[in-house]
């Protein structure tokens, strides 16, 4: 199952159970509410197979929903502090804590009893992340672009840094490219072919404080504080070129390119699902 889809599963599963709106796609059939799981306040959840992996509280809850209208927990563990971000790549989920910074591993291989493995305390509270292989890629806030080795689970390294210049929100990887939403310096594209020496060929910017994007092949969708959703043409990384945008009501927490539809967790606006087969 791809990251896209993981994360498409984890908005449709978790998020319509926490807003509880009715939720409409524009031109499109009603999405229907299958299930929710409602311990505690959700803030951050990733999704592999029918395993949801998030955060309630100061625990990581393992949820079984193979059954997504009765989700079962399976296992849980207390965290030093409640996340903001968690991601899992095959028997580990790597957690970003809110509050205080940190970088937690998590041995997730039997479900039933995830346990701490790692742990690194250069990352800033709040930060993002994507992962690919064993490198973890973290939007650092004011601390830019930071590269974590998690090779060795039990000692994570910091083997990469790039100064994006701006304030960092998040980040998503294509290939050799890192997508970086950079604030108020917009969108920054970087080569990560070389973890230890990282180039920046590609800059777009947005006029506003761009905090939110996905990449799928040559498309970026990214969103600003004026709340629009901007889709950038990134065929030509050293050049992208602003195709299209379109307004949104609320503030985007995020989203997710899947075909032709962007979805979009949009705050207190429920799910919304935007066409962009035609930019």
């Known amino acids: ?26 031109n499109s059939q009603n999405t229907t509410l299958l299930g929710r799981f409602p311990f505690g306040d959700c803030r951050a959840v990733d999704v592999v197979g029918t395993l949801a992996y998030l955060n309630s509280g100061i625990y990581l809850r393992i949820v079984d929903f193979s059954d997504s209208a009765h989700p079962v927990e399976l296992g849980r563990t207390v965290l030093p502090f409640p996340a903001s971000e968690i991601a899992v790549n095959g028997s580990f989920a790597y957690v970003i804590q809110d509050d205080i910074d940190g970088f937690l591993i998590i041995d997730v291989s039997d479900p039933t009893n995830p346990a701490q493995t790692g742990f690194l305390n250069s990352v800033s509270s709040g930060s993002e992340m994507a992962v690919s292989d064993s490198l973890v890629y973290v939007a650092d806030d004011e601390d830019g672009l930071q590269i974590i ?43 990560i072919s070389d973890p230890a020496n990282l180039t920046e060929i590609g800059f777009l910017d947005t006029e506003q ?3 939110t994007l996905a990449v799928s092949d040559s498309l970026a969708c990214i969103v600003d504080w004026s709340d629009s ?17 379109a307004e949104l009501p609320e503030f985007v927490i995020d989203l997710v390119i899947s075909g032709r539809f962007t979805y979009v967790a949009d705050g207190f606006g429920g799910l919304r699902i935007v066409d962009i087969n035609d930019p």
């Open 1 to 26: 199952m791809t990251r896209s889809y993981r994360i498409l599963v984890t908005f449709i599963i978790i998020y319509m159970g926490i807003l509880m709106h009715t939720i409409y796609a524009q």
């Open 149 to 191: 080795n998690v090779s060795d689970p039990s000692n994570p390294t910091e083997t990469g840094f790039f100064d994006t210049g701006g304030t960092a929100s998040d980040v998503a990887i294509s290939g050799s490219l890192a997508y970086v939403a950079d604030g108020a310096e917009g969108l920054r594209i970087i080569d």
């Open 209 to 211: 404080y761009t905090h």
């Open 229 to 245: 959703l901007r889709i950038v043409d990134v065929s030509n990384p050293g050049n992208p070129m602003e195709l299209g945008t």
